[in-house]
């Protein structure tokens, strides 16, 4: 061998060794292999979890509100349908759900909002506001799984301008499974 084949090898030697010492300061070698091997104990201070409660339902049923329910209107006795005799009209415009499940059951949360405008005949007070919803089935029944009439309170000065309200209802169950529809509005009877 001749002295400048010697060189190069010795040089290929040198830098081929400086970069195995340089992957092993990098966290490369033995360390890998270590850590990447599954432990042979089971740790008994890790609790079991269940990500199934996790999981947000493929289901939540759709938001329908019963035609001629969105709005309701209050006068004074005697004075029907007089725009004078008007003490106030509450209107409901916003409606919205989330869905979760829980077991062979879905959770709802709904929310649902709207306004109310005094009339020329308001003198200031609280007006209860009665809404009601219901789970029905979407067959040609209509089965009712879920009714309620909830009363929300809405205080209002004399000459006051419009106040928002809002519903939020939590914990609502159905089961986890299509067919069935939320139907709301005023319920005046």
Not at 136 to 148: A, G, L, Q, R
């Amino acid at each position: 061998m001749d002295f400048l084949s010697t060189v190069k090898t010795v040089s290929l030697v040198a830098v081929l060794g400086l970069g195995l010492t340089a992957c092993g300061m990098m966290g490369g070698g033995d360390e890998l292999e270590t850590t990447a091997q599954a432990p042979t104990k089971k740790n008994e201070n890790v609790p079991d979890v269940d990500f199934s409660v996790f999981n947000v339902s493929s289901f939540c049923p759709r938001l329908e509100p019963l035609n001629g329910t969105t709005i309701i209107r209050s006068y004074q006795r005697g004075k029907q349908d007089d725009p004078k005799g008007l003490r106030y009209q509450a209107t409901l415009v916003k409606w919205a759900r989330t869905c979760s499940d829980a077991q062979a059951q879905a959770s709802m949360k709904l929310g649902l909002a709207g306004r109310v405008t005094p009339g020329p005949a308001w003198k200031g007070g609280e007006v209860i506001l009665p809404i009601r919803v219901a789970i029905v089935t979407t067959d040609e029944d209509e089965k009712t799984v879920y009714s309620n009439l909830f009363k929300v309170p809405v205080t209002l000065g004399e000459g006051s301008p419009s106040e928002g309200w809002a519903l939020v209802e939590e914990g609502i169950t159905l089961p986890d499974e299509p067919g069935y529809k939320v139907i709301f509005g005023f319920d005046e009877r």
